[in-house]
Nanobody
Framework: EVQLQASGGGLVQAGGSLRLSCTIS????????IGWFRQAPGKEREGVSC????????SYVDSVKGRFTISSDSAKHTTDLQMNSLKPEDTAVYYC????????????????WGQGTLVTVSS
């Protein structure tokens, strides 16, 4: 059974930081990218960041580049998302996903989703 357990959301003021963590079990994290999607109120889901554990290659949606950093620990099967300089438009439910593929105008629906963790950024 595949399980994705995310934590770390919360309320923060604009300009602040949060760190999301996700532990994945039952999924071959060495074979596919893993990462994070989000869904803001009234908006569609979007890919935020993915990481490939074999070579640590990463991808980010344009709106978070330079502010968010994804990392992973292959031994622990975890991935973290460090979010700095948060903006009100980053407010969303963040989901740990596997596998993780997204491009500028489409994404492949991840087969597995964590339960979601709410990030609220106040102005």
């Amino acid at each position: 059974e595949v399980q994705l357990q995310a934590s770390g959301g919360g309320l923060v003021q604009a300009g602040g930081s949060l760190r999301l963590s996700c532990t994945i079990s039952g999924f071959d994290v060495g074979a596919y990218p893993i990462g994070w999607f989000r869904q803001a109120p009234g908006k569609e889901r979007e890919g935020v960041s993915c990481i490939t554990l074999t070579d640590n290659s990463t991808s980010y949606v344009d709106s978070v580049k330079g502010r968010f950093t994804i990392s992973s620990d292959s031994a622990k099967h975890t991935t973290d998302l460090q979010m700095n300089s948060l903006k009100p438009e980053d407010t969303a439910v963040y989901y740990c996903v596997a596998p993780c593929y997204f491009y500028s105008d489409y994404y492949y629906e991840p087969a597995y989703w964590g339960q979601g963790t709410l990030v609220t950024v106040s102005s």
